[in-house]
């Protein structure tokens, strides 16, 4: 009922920036939550950013103050600026929402995109 369809990843060196971008579809009355995770070799999927429809963001500690997320809630989009990346940024990332459906509040995510940064 809801698809996110990711775009921006690559292969980048350290030092280097990347901009994700998240674009929400499908049957929904609303959205609350957009945001990012990743996933890196590995481990487990882990937060790297989310911002609520009223503009409320919370940061992995991990990337304060080098990613900057963004939101669009008439596009019902969802960005991330990711500046002096780091090899451990390296990982798979997903766009994730929370959406009001028929079925009630929904945890969405998309398929993916990977980042890779170079040492």
């Known amino acids: 009922q809801v698809q996110l369809v990711e775009s921006g990843g690559g292969l980048v060196q350290a030092g280097g920036s990347l901009r994700l971008s998240c674009a929400a579809s499908g049957r929904f009355d609303s959205i609350s939550t957009m945001g990012w995770y990743r996933q890196g070799p590995g481990k487990q999927r882990e937060l790297v950013a989310t911002i609520t429809s009223g503009g409320t963001i919370n940061y992995a500690d991990s990337v304060k103050g080098r990613f900057t997320v963004s939101r669009d809630n008439a596009k019902n989009t969802v960005n991330v600026q990711m500046n002096s990346l780091k090899p451990e940024d390296t990982a798979v990332y997903f766009c994730?929402?929370?959406?009001?459906?028929?079925?009630?509040?929904?945890?969405?995510w998309g398929q993916g995109t990977q980042v890779t940064v170079s040492s």
């Open positions: 994730y929402s929370r959406a009001f459906t028929g079925l009630g509040w929904l945890d969405c």
